[in-house]
């Protein structure tokens, strides 16, 4: 588990001594990558064949300390962030390589150091232990942002920082206070029933709390904390699928959810009608932010604004309560993963390849590049939940669990929210494959990008493919959380 959190760490130190050595560099980041899913399946099965692991580094106060736990709940996120970040090695090299692009010591410098932050909040035993790997992935992933150093990505950055680090500091702190004050602990609990917040705690300040810890992390995208996601846009693409998918808004929603089901626990939240409040509450994201990404011709952005809307999926399935909805919210952090990164590789592939970003650009592009909008399709009928893609099975666990909870209206916002979805995603590919090129040149001259582009996103779009034919593995990581 240790070993785990520390292979990024020192795969970060290995890049930037090898800097000079661009293959040598690329091999140290394909290494750690490699090294950290090793620890992590190694993890896996020790949790799985034994039970959870602690292991407790310092004590601050009693109380307060730098702890790792590897649970059930730490697989989900730990197995595919570290997974993807071997994928995403291969792309990066090829992105950046492709376009020259400056800085690349330092880009996959950080782009380890945001994998340290991000598997230190997969074994995460505690919320100190929690927020300071999250303020890690803050910090680490702010040079990515701004990679470009001109004026729309300093922008960007500063939006990034502001927004991310504002909200932790501004309103996770404050809740960190409370909880110890009412708790005298900060530790999770060891089940999702009962929390840590005693029973005669003060109701409004456990409320407000509560409130603060949604809002704060505000990695998860929920609006009105959202802006600084599209923002982020103005990074490479490599960068966007790490945002995206593998780290930063995966390590928001997960902060998110294992605060509700740890720290307050499903009978608090019950008892407080939080559970309720919490999912209309994401829902006004998962329609709003659908509606938005209708709007957008950018595809990078049609995309980001799709991530806010998919991400409040996974704390609606925690927010209902109910077995059901809670393993569909969590099997959703690992389906929209492999789709979502597919869909970025997509975009840096078509723009590697023929410099373009808009959609209405991109007519008739899937004739002299069916593989990519194939892996393009495959993704969209995912993020839509189309069976047998991956993306399927977590909307049929989420509307199971809204039936379960009583919450016909939440039914009808994933009916319409698919809808939506399918409306945004589906005259991208249509187009692509029937559309005539607008400036009538029919595609001529273009192909596919390179093989290094290539081959991630064909891999990861099997991937979505593959977890909706066989979800069984993860969904039986996901029933160790159930009590």
Same mark, same amino acid.
């Given at each position: 588990?240790?070993?785990?959190?520390l292979a990024p760490?020192?795969g970060?130190?290995?890049?930037m001594?090898?800097g000079r050595r661009p293959?040598?560099r690329e091999?140290c980041?394909?290494?750690?990558?490699t090294?950290?899913? @090793?620890m +992590?399946a190694w993890?896996?099965h !020790?949790?799985? &064949?034994?039970?959870?692991?602690?292991?407790?580094?310092?004590t601050l106060?009693p109380?307060?300390?730098l702890?790792?736990?590897a649970?059930? #709940? *730490?697989?989900?996120? &730990?197995?595919?962030?570290?997974?993807?970040?071997?994928?995403?090695?291969f792309?990066?090299m090829?992105?950046?390589?492709?376009?020259?692009e400056h800085?690349?010591?330092r880009?996959?410098?950080c782009?380890?150091l945001a994998l340290?932050?991000a598997?230190g909040?997969?074994?995460?035993?505690?919320?100190f232990?929690?927020?300071?790997?999250?303020e890690?992935v803050?910090? %680490?992933?702010y040079?990515?942002v +701004?990679?470009h150093q001109?004026?729309?990505?300093?922008? /960007?950055?500063r939006?990034?920082?502001?927004?991310?680090?504002?909200?932790a500091?501004?309103?996770v702190?404050p &809740?960190?206070?409370l909880?110890?004050?009412m708790?005298?602990t900060?530790?999770?609990?060891h089940?999702?029933?009962?929390?840590?917040?005693?029973?005669?705690?003060n109701?409004l300040?456990?409320?407000?709390?509560y409130a603060?810890m949604?809002?704060g992390?505000?990695?998860?995208g929920?609006?009105?904390?959202h802006n600084?996601l599209?923002?982020a846009?103005v990074?490479p693409?490599?960068?966007?699928?790490?945002?995206?998918?593998?780290?930063?808004?995966?390590v928001g929603?997960?902060?998110?959810?294992r605060?509700?089901?740890?720290l307050? @626990?499903v009978d608090?939240?019950?008892?407080l009608?939080?559970?309720v409040?919490? !999912?209309?509450?994401?829902s006004? %994201?998962?329609?709003?932010?659908?509606?938005?990404?209708?709007s957008?011709d950018?595809l990078k952005?049609?995309? +980001?604004?799709?991530t806010?809307s998919q991400?409040s999926?996974v704390?609606?399935?925690?927010a209902?309560?109910?077995?059901? &909805?809670i393993q569909?919210?969590?099997?959703?952090?690992?389906?929209?993963?492999?789709?979502k990164?597919?869909?970025? #590789?997509?975009?840096g592939?078509i723009?590697?390849?023929?410099?373009?970003?808009d959609?209405?650009e991109m007519?008739g592009l899937?004739?002299t590049?069916?593989l990519t909008? @194939?892996?393009f399709?495959?993704? *969209?009928?995912?993020?839509i /939940?189309?069976p047998p893609?991956?993306?399927?099975? *977590?909307?049929?666990?989420l509307?199971?669990g809204?039936v379960?909870?009583?919450?016909?209206?939440?039914?009808?916002?994933?009916?319409?929210s698919?809808?939506?979805n399918?409306?945004?995603?589906?005259?991208?590919?249509y187009?692509?494959y029937f559309?005539?090129a607008?400036? @009538?040149s029919g595609g001529?001259?273009?192909?596919e !990008?390179s093989p290094?582009l290539l081959?991630?996103?064909?891999?990861?779009? +099997?991937?979505?493919?593959?977890?909706g034919?066989f979800p069984?593995?993860?969904?039986g990581i996901?029933k160790g959380?159930l009590?």
């Amino acid at each position: 588990m240790l070993a785990a959190v520390l292979a990024p760490l020192v795969g970060a130190l290995l890049v930037m001594l090898t800097g000079r050595r661009p293959n040598l560099r690329e091999g140290c980041s394909f290494a750690a990558a490699t090294m950290t899913f @090793g620890m +992590a399946a190694w993890t896996a099965h !020790a949790v799985l &064949a034994g039970g959870p692991l602690k292991l407790r580094l310092f004590t601050l106060l009693p109380g307060v300390s730098l702890t790792l736990r590897a649970d059930h #709940f *730490s697989l989900v996120f &730990a197995l595919v962030a570290s997974f993807l970040w071997i994928v995403t090695v291969f792309y990066g090299m090829g992105y950046m390589r492709g376009l020259k692009e400056h800085a690349q010591t330092r880009f996959g410098a950080c782009f380890a150091l945001a994998l340290f932050g991000a598997m230190g909040c997969a074994f995460s035993d505690n919320l100190f232990t929690l927020y300071l790997f999250y303020e890690i992935v803050s910090i %680490t992933t702010y040079p990515l942002v +701004a990679h470009h150093q001109d004026r729309e990505g300093y922008e /960007g950055g500063r939006k990034y920082l502001v927004y991310l680090t504002g909200t932790a500091k501004g309103l996770v702190l404050p &809740a960190m206070v409370l909880t110890y004050v009412m708790c005298g602990t900060l530790d999770f609990s060891h089940n999702i029933s009962s929390g840590i917040f005693p029973g005669n705690a003060n109701r409004l300040l456990v409320t407000v709390t509560y409130a603060c810890m949604i809002l704060g992390f505000a990695k998860n995208g929920v609006m009105p904390f959202h802006n600084w996601l599209p923002s982020a846009m103005v990074a490479p693409t490599p960068v966007s699928a790490l945002l995206h998918a593998v780290a930063v808004v995966k390590v928001g929603v997960f902060a998110t959810t294992r605060v509700m089901l740890y720290l307050f @626990g499903v009978d608090t939240m019950a008892a407080l009608n939080l559970g309720v409040a919490t !999912a209309w509450f994401v829902s006004f %994201t998962i329609l709003v932010a659908s509606l938005v990404a209708l709007s957008k011709d950018n595809l990078k952005l049609r995309l +980001a604004y799709s991530t806010v809307s998919q991400l409040s999926y996974v704390i609606l399935g925690a927010a209902l309560l109910t077995p059901a &909805a809670i393993q569909g919210g969590m099997v959703h952090i690992v389906n929209h993963a492999f789709s979502k990164i597919t869909l970025f #590789f997509c975009a840096g592939a078509i723009y590697v390849a023929t410099r373009k970003k808009d959609i209405s650009e991109m007519k008739g592009l899937g004739r002299t590049m069916p593989l990519t909008f @194939g892996a393009f399709a495959v993704a *969209s009928l995912s993020m839509i /939940g189309v069976p047998p893609v991956s993306g399927f099975i *977590s909307k049929w666990y989420l509307l199971t669990g809204a039936v379960a909870a009583h919450q016909a209206g939440i039914v009808l916002v994933l009916l319409a929210s698919t809808l939506l979805n399918a409306a945004y995603f589906v005259p991208v590919v249509y187009h692509a494959y029937f559309g005539a090129a607008p400036d @009538g040149s029919g595609g001529e001259g273009m192909r596919e !990008a390179s093989p290094a582009l290539l081959a991630p996103l064909l891999i990861t779009a +099997a991937l979505s493919v593959a977890a909706g034919l066989f979800p069984e593995f993860f969904i039986g990581i996901v029933k160790g959380v159930l009590p």
